[in-house]
């Protein structure tokens, strides 16, 4: 390609890079501009960055060194002023957008909870799993239930009264025998020069305490 014909393909360039920056208001790296122009203008990425660099040179559009990455965006400076009606419809369309974002992001929020929800919740083959398993429990009860009601070694509510009567006796019985050992074992500890847990290992006394057992309730 001659001199002429690069000169003039780089021109074009500039021009088509400078009326997208101002458009777009935004700013763009050299690869993000290829990137959105390419396809429309058959733009090379050599051409582009080229392009961009002399427009910066010629102080066309602003450049920014961000370490090893430059960003361009337009001179707001040559960007025609926005008369007052042009601001009212600028802040009318951010409210309008924020109202946009707001509702969007309420969406996302139920759609996560709906997930949430779904995700801890039991699939098909799972709940399908558990009536199994609960099945086969009931089947296990009722056979269960069954053999109670058709066992013959019942208790009767006389034999059961019988049994409470004995257990209430046997439980008199046994507070008021400990209780007269207590007493006996107070009135030798008097005189005994020792402690109460050294007399009851050289005499051999066991106590209740020591095999963990304790008077039954009364019924």
Not at 77 to 102: K, N, T, V, W, Y
Not at 149 to 170: D, F, G, I, M, S
Request: a neutral charge; hydrophobic letters at 35%.
């Amino acid at each position: 390609m001659s001199k002429g014909r690069e000169a003039a393909a780089g021109g074009g360039a500039a021009a088509v890079l400078l009326r997208y920056l101002r458009e777009q208001n935004r700013p763009y790296s050299a690869q993000d501009a290829f990137g959105n122009l390419q396809r429309e203008h058959g733009l090379g990425k050599a051409a582009v960055v080229k392009a961009l660099e002399q427009l910066a040179q010629q102080g066309r559009v602003r450049e920014k060194v961000y370490g090893k990455q430059k960003i361009y965006f337009a001179d707001q400076e040559q960007l025609p002023a926005a008369s007052d009606a042009e601001l009212r419809g600028l802040d009318g369309e951010i409210a309008a957008r924020s109202g946009q974002l707001q509702a969007l992001q309420q969406s996302c929020r139920h759609m996560e909870a709906e997930l949430k929800d779904l995700n801890s919740s039991m699939t098909t083959p799972e709940i399908a799993k558990e009536i199994e398993a609960l099945r086969k429990d009931c089947a296990s009860y009722t056979e269960k239930l069954e053999r109670i009601k058709t066992a013959t070694n019942h208790v009767t509510p006389e034999e059961k009264e019988k049994v409470c009567r004995e257990q209430q006796l046997y439980r008199r019985e046994w507070r008021r025998r400990k209780r007269m050992a207590t007493e006996l074992l107070d009135a030798i500890l008097e005189g005994y020069p020792k402690s109460k847990k050294q007399f009851f290992e050289e005499v051999g006394i066991e106590t209740d305490e020591d095999h963990g057992v304790e008077l039954p309730a009364a019924t």
